[in-house]
């Protein structure tokens, strides 16, 4: 089955820097990989999703980037901001009837 | 998208009894989740709730510890049974709509276990 490693698990940044998280995927057949906010005390959001038929996805400040090939994908926030702060979950999934597989998450800070 | 009703949000229980966790959804949905969440750490699956037939569980996980049911496509139970401390977690009802992939979340239910 699928497994999903997901690194840092705790990263700190300046306001206005930028966020890295990246993500590796062991089935090679998944097509499709979500990523997910949780706020202190709140449900999982869905915040941006790629598929594997494109390499880059943009939305505002947030992208993601695949590689297939090396079995990766990163979550980029640029122009941090405080409201950031959260965990964030990476997933993988063959679409099908297969549940997400998640990865441990990420504990993002910024500082103002 | 989905908007889903999990109640309780939270309780706190002795150990040796069983809670009951509902979750409602206000329109038909494909696939329906039960995860937990412990403190601090990701998302793991428990099983998938098959309306109309018995729920797909995770290795791991027991139907006679989690019994789950699903009886039509807007409604699915979680019983966590014979609960002890090690059962302290963070519930999560999550939904479908349409494919498995775009996960809905219901607000989770925080248990403490005595």
């Known amino acids: 089955g699928e497994n999903v490693e997901q690194h840092p698990s705790t990263l700190s940044v300046q306001e206005g820097d930028s966020a890295v998280i990246k993500c590796t995927y062991s089935d090679s057949a998944s097509n499709y990989f979500p990523w997910y906010k949780q706020e202190l005390g709140k449900r999982p959001q869905l915040i941006i999703d790629?598929?594997?038929?494109?390499g880059e996805k943009k939305d505002q400040r947030i992208a993601v980037t695949l590689n297939k090939t090396a079995k990766h994908f990163s979550l980029h926030i640029t122009e941090t901001q405080p409201e950031d702060s959260a965990v964030y979950f990476c997933?993988?999934?063959?679409?099908?009837?297969?549940?997400?597989?998640f990865g441990k998450g990420t504990r993002l800070s910024v500082i103002a | 998208s989905a908007v889903i009703s999990q109640k309780p949000s939270r309780d706190i229980c002795q150990r040796g009894t069983s809670l009951t966790i509902q979750c409602q959804v206000d329109s038909q949905v494909t696939m329906m989740f039960w995860y937990r969440q412990q403190p601090g750490q990701s998302l793991t699956l428990i099983a998938t709730a098959n309306q109309g037939s018995e729920a797909t569980y995770e290795s791991g996980f027991v139907i006679d510890k989690f019994p789950i049911s699903r009886p039509n496509l807007t409604f699915s139970t979680l019983t966590v049974s014979n609960m002890s401390p090690e059962d302290s977690s963070i519930y999560l009802c999550s939904v479908a709509v349409a494919t498995n992939e775009k996960l809905f979340f219901g607000s989770g239910t925080q248990l403490s276990v005595l």
């Open positions: 790629i598929r594997s038929n494109v």
């Open positions: 997933a993988a999934i063959y679409s099908g009837n297969t549940p997400l597989v």
